[in-house]
């Protein structure tokens, strides 16, 4: 797991700060976006947004493993947040010709999980980044 140590102050879970947050993190987006333009793998997007971000001042932890709790066990099933940012927002990238319901859903799951408020699906293989910008809220 990567983390960075941003400079920027994100510290308070306030819906202010989540909102200035999840700007922020669109910003970094649309510069990686501007510069790349779709077609490449999600991997490639998510190395290059975690960059931008550290650029930006962001803090963030990359590939967050989150444990699964049923029945009182804690499992360890693989369930990995691609980044998230200020220990707030969880970002989850795609590069897919369409968003599906069902990326949807992934996000709100990992969102409940890990008792986060507020999510972003950011879907890079897209003309314009604005359309490929969801916002999900637990």
Partial sequence: MLEHRGHRGFT???????????????????????KLGPGLLESAYEECLCRQLSLDGLQFRRQVGIPLEYEGLNLDCGFRIDILV???????IKATPTVLRVHHSQL??????????LGL??????????????????
Avoid: P, Q, W
């Fill in 12 to 34: 308070e879970d306030t819906e202010n700060n989540r909102s200035a947050l999840t700007g922020a993190i669109i910003g970094s987006a649309m510069k990686v976006h501007r």
């Fill in 86 to 92: 200020a220990d707030h927002v969880i970002v989850e």
């Fill in 108 to 117: 709100l799951t990992y969102l409940r999980i890990s008792d986060k408020r």
């Fill in 121 to 138: 699906l950011i879907n890079f293989n897209v003309d314009h980044l604005r359309d490929g910008i969801h916002r999900v809220a637990n």
